[in-house]
């Protein structure tokens, strides 16, 4: 959008929000930029009417629950965390196929959403879609690329209507609107994060195992660039965290011959997600990630490497 003012979005959608909707509403709560802005939106059109759910599918960031629960009460939101853990590992089970997971981290989610908002008794559903989530998932003339999670069918399911206040934003834009809400800066200047989380950051089979290599491996990643840019050594990627390859190859330890897995570092600069350049990382700030994986994940990562690929023809997720 040219020209586009944050503080007169605000107004029109709160405006149309409060003049359309009549009942109790819920919403998928990740703490993501996106979905922050829509519950801060919506609880400034309905107030406690509105319930955030947070859904913990084990497949968060490192303290990323716990952190959230603090930015949520700070920001006067009805919150409430689900603890789903085993559940979303065990439906995860045995399966390698990418769509699959997002299929089956989808259904689930949608489950766990009909039980809450049952307890609830939501009439609506809020959801943090922006323009280029649809975009993607085949909504218009393009083929689909992957079934964003966030865009899984989830109100029709549910028998729910829907609202999407943020549905014709891009990313730049959905930040200047956060930053005028009052939202906290570590939140709208946030990278984004996939509705699957970790499962879709690790390739093959998701385990309890590899669950915990790749949130410690992203941890290391994003303090790692985060310091280096505090540094002044290099510019903020849009995004930036680390993938696990399922294949293990040969490393040594001293003299020990070790057998570890594949990390892959993925940085790229972007606008709204679309296409993206691979970030031009200073060889020291990897050397750096690179060495405290190794360390830090000793008999388990042997080996780290960097991916110089754009989108297209890559995407910026793995799978
Ligand atoms: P790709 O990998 O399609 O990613 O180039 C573009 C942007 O979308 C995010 N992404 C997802 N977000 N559910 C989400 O909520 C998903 O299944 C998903 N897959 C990719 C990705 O992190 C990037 O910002």
Not at 48 to 55: K, N
Not at 131 to 141: F, L, M, N, T
Not at 277 to 302: F, G, M, R, W
């Amino acid at each position: 959008m040219i020209g586009f003012k944050p503080e007169k979005f605000i107004e029109e959608a709160v405006k149309e929000i409060k003049n359309s909707v009549d009942g109790n509403v819920i919403i998928a709560w990740s703490g993501g930029v996106d979905s922050t802005t829509t519950s801060v939106l919506v609880n400034k059109a309905v107030g406690e009417r509105l319930l955030c759910i947070f859904v913990d599918t084990g497949f968060m960031r490192k303290n990323e629950p716990e952190r959230m629960k603090e930015i949520g009460k700070a920001l006067g939101l009805r919150i409430k965390m689900v603890d789903a853990k085993n559940r979303f590992l065990s439906a995860l089970k045995g399966v390698k196929d990418p769509e699959k997971k997002r299929k089956i981290c989808g259904e689930l989610f949608i489950r766990i959403f009909e039980e809450e908002a049952r307890n609830f008794e939501a009439k609506y559903l809020a959801q943090g879609t922006i323009a280029p989530d649809w975009i993607e998932s085949g909504g218009g003339i393009r083929d689909t690329i992957k079934s964003h999670h966030n865009v899984g069918g989830l109100p029709e399911k549910m028998g729910l209507k829907l609202i999407e206040p943020l549905r014709e934003l891009y990313k730049d834009e959905v930040r200047k609107v956060g930053k005028v809400l009052g939202i906290p800066k570590e939140i709208y200047t946030r990278q984004p994060f996939p509705g699957p989380g970790l499962a879709i950051r690790i390739v093959g089979e998701v385990t309890e195992e590899r669950v915990n290599i790749i949130r410690e491996a992203c941890a290391i990643t994003e303090k790692e660039i985060e310091s280096a840019v505090a540094e002044g050594k290099m510019e903020k990627p849009w995004q930036y965290f680390a993938v696990l390859l399922p294949t293990k190859s040969v490393g040594v330890h001293g003299d020990v011959r070790a057998y570890g897995y594949t990390v892959v570092i993925r940085a790229v600069d972007s606008i709204d997600g679309m296409s993206a350049a691979y970030s031009k990382i200073p060889h020291e700030v990897l050397q750096k990630i690179s060495t405290k994986i190794t360390n830090e994940l000793k008999d388990k990562v042997t080996r780290v490497v960097y991916d110089i690929t754009n989108k297209p023809p890559g995407t910026i997720e793995y799978i």
